[in-house]
């Protein structure tokens, strides 16, 4: 993953999304990539890097490591300056306003803002990896298609120009790699499916890796503990069986283990990015 | 009166299943209890009689006071935009292609469908307790802020802020040469794109005054619900039901109870490993007991914080599957203010 230039990470809501977007960050990191770590919703990313909200200008949280949000208004704002070319546009509050506004109602348009953000990244060159924590599954679908959906939707006008790069970095399997994280549950591993099948179909993106999370450990050799160990042993053997029928309907990829007893979201990504480093 | 409760909290904290596991324990316990969920499992579905339903409320076949209804929530926000507009321009906006556009990109309007559905079921009267499972878009708090955005949406913000102050009658569009606002967004966007959706957003407009009353009537309807915010203890899920019980006071009440799912048997903490068993299973009571002090300290901490009541459901292996199993997950639950939920 770390010789690709983007990596998207998406995955159901509650799977541990962030922790892995930030863990891959770190991981990038530690291997003296100039990294770009972007949050596309509030919250998840900062917590991660243990840092105060992150903000639209990228900051450097670790030596190496930048991070940022996508504020939509400031996005929108350095779309149509920069990629519009439409000089100036920081005053000219009203197109702004007028283009979210339109951009509410429009297919693909408001996506195509954010995405584009990040894909502008890619193409400035400035960083080894960039790495978005995108949003959910359930919603991944409109920001990976904005490209192609503008292509169709937008006969003329300068959005349309823009399209046609975006949607060849997302499709360039050398540069862009979708992450779904996942956990062997039913609802996640019936989404990361979705997914997947939506991705071979549509091909807006190259074959995505699959991350599974929170895998237990098979405990092997026969058990006739009584007490509180013995029903740690039944309940862990439990969880585990319940676990190889999701694991079977997901692709080995690539997996997590369960972490026990820790406190904070900082924790948690250092120990993903010790377990990515380790699977190296 | 009818009773309604509204289970809220993050993705995948086991939201769903909880609902369903209370509407059973109140059915079971006499009270006529109708549960509304939003996407669940399918074998919960189907442990629900609801696989093949739509949002009409359907009795259990082997437990009559037992209702389940499943919330469509595209199709229910096109029904109340429907519902709301004159009969023609109902039929326009039903054909437009920036409706379902505008209803994805508009993050309220999802939990307005639901808000407004969950309210009809309220004030239908037939039934003692309406258990709602709100839907985790906006992480769940947008259920309770929709109605007043749903308003101000329909209502024309986003007309001004196109026009760039007064709202515009239908010719302000044509008239576009000689703004220059609309002159820029028309290159960016195109000319054609930008008429269609000012054309959608006026249509939009005259669903303004059935979209605010009806929303007055919703915001009541949460105000005097009970409300009851479910989490694990893993880091990012607290997090969120931390924001929840914070915001919820101003929004409508303060959480009834805030219900810690799977929790692990609280003498499993400070348990050490017996010398004699070998290196594998060592370990393993060690990280389970590891793993419930840090449930019991991220319950204690939410309670002794923010002065939370704070319950605790049983981490069970596998889930559910039938209506015993969804009413043993209550039984074995610590700390559920039971009497407070039921009419």
């Known amino acids: 993953m770390l010789d690709k230039r983007l990596v998207i990470v998406s995955g159901k809501g509650g799977v541990g999304k962030s922790a892995v977007s930030s863990a891959l960050a770190l991981l990038a990191q530690r291997n003296g990539l100039r990294v770009l770590a972007v949050e596309m919703e509030a919250g998840g990313l900062a917590a991660h890097f243990g840092t105060g909200p992150l903000a639209f200008e990228p900051r450097e949280v670790r030596p190496g490591l930048h991070a940022m949000r996508i504020v939509r208004s400031d996005a929108l704002l350095e779309y149509l300056s920069l990629q519009l070319r439409l000089p100036g546009m920081g005053r000219f509050g009203a197109v702004a306003r007028a283009f979210d506004a339109l951009a509410t109602a429009a297919p693909a348009v408001r996506e195509i803002v954010s995405i584009g953000k990040i894909l502008w990244e890619v193409k400035e060159d400035r960083w080894d990896l960039v790495v978005a924590d995108a949003p959910p599954t359930g919603q991944i679908a409109s920001y990976l298609r904005a490209p192609a959906s503008i292509s169709e939707l937008v006969a003329t006008g300068r959005i349309r120009s823009q399209a046609g790069w975006m949607a060849d970095t997302l499709r360039d399997p050398a540069r862009t790699r979708l992450v779904l994280v996942t956990l062997p549950e039913e609802l996640p591993t019936a989404e990361t499916r979705e997914s997947m099948d939506w991705v071979e179909k549509t091909g807006v993106v190259g074959p995505p890796l699959v991350i599974t999370n929170r895998v237990l450990s098979e405990v092997t050799g026969t058990s006739t503990l009584e007490g509180v160990a013995g029903a740690m042993v039944r309940l862990h053997r439990s969880l585990w069986t319940e676990q190889q029928t999701w694991l079977d309907r997901l692709p080995p990829d690539l997996t997590l283990p369960y972490l026990f007893g820790l406190f904070t979201p900082g924790e948690v990504a250092a120990h993903i990015s010790d377990e990515l480093e380790a699977l190296r | ?343």
């Open chain 2, 1 to 343: 009166m009818t009773k309604t409760l509204l289970v809220t909290g993050a993705g995948g904290v086991g939201k769903t299943t909880f609902a369903a596991a209370l509407a059973v324990k109140a059915a079971r316990a006499g009270v006529r209890t109708l549960v509304v969920t939003v996407d669940p499992a399918r074998r919960l579905a189907s442990t629900l009689g609801v696989e093949d339903l739509g949002d009409e409320p359907q009795p259990h076949a082997d437990e009559p006071d037992l209702w389940a209804a499943m919330l469509d929530s595209k199709a229910s926000w096109r029904a109340v935009a429907m519902r709301h507009a004159d009969p023609d321009v109902a039929t326009r906006l039903a054909d437009n292609e920036f409706f379902e556009a505008a209803s994805e990109h508009f993050p309220a309007s999802q939990s307005y469908a639901a808000a407004d559905q969950a309210a009809t079921f309220v004030q239908a009267r037939a039934w003692d307790l309406v258990i709602v499972d709100t839907p985790p878009s906006g992480g769940g708090i947008d259920f309770f802020a929709a109605p007043a955005q749903m308003a101000d949406l329909v209502g024309g913000r986003l007309l001004r802020w196109i026009t760039g102050g007064p709202l515009p009658g239908r010719r302000f569009f044509y008239d576009r040469a000689a703004r220059p606002v609309l002159r820029i967004a028309g290159s960016i966007l195109g000319s054609d794109l930008l008429e269609r959706v000012s054309e959608f957003l006026l249509d939009l407009r005259t669903t303004y005054d059935g979209v605010a009353r009806r929303g007055r009537e919703i915001e009541a309807v949460l105000k005097e619900a009970v409300i009851l915010v479910i989490t694990t203890a893993d880091p990012a899920p607290v997090g969120e039901a931390v924001r929840f019980y914070r915001q919820l006071p101003e929004l409508a009440s303060t959480p009834a109870a805030v219900i810690f799912n799977r929790a692990l048997p609280a003498d499993w903490a400070g348990v050490a490993p017996d010398p004699d068993l070998s290196a594998e299973l060592g370990r393993l009571v060690e990280q389970w007991s590891a793993e419930t002090v840090r449930q019991a300290d991220a319950r204690e901490e939410f309670s002794a914080r923010y002065g939370a009541v704070v319950a605790a459901v049983p981490w069970q292996s596998h889930p559910p599957t039938d209506l015993s199993g969804l009413a043993a997950l209550i039984d074995d639950s610590t700390g559920i203010p039971w009497d407070s939920l039921l009419p």
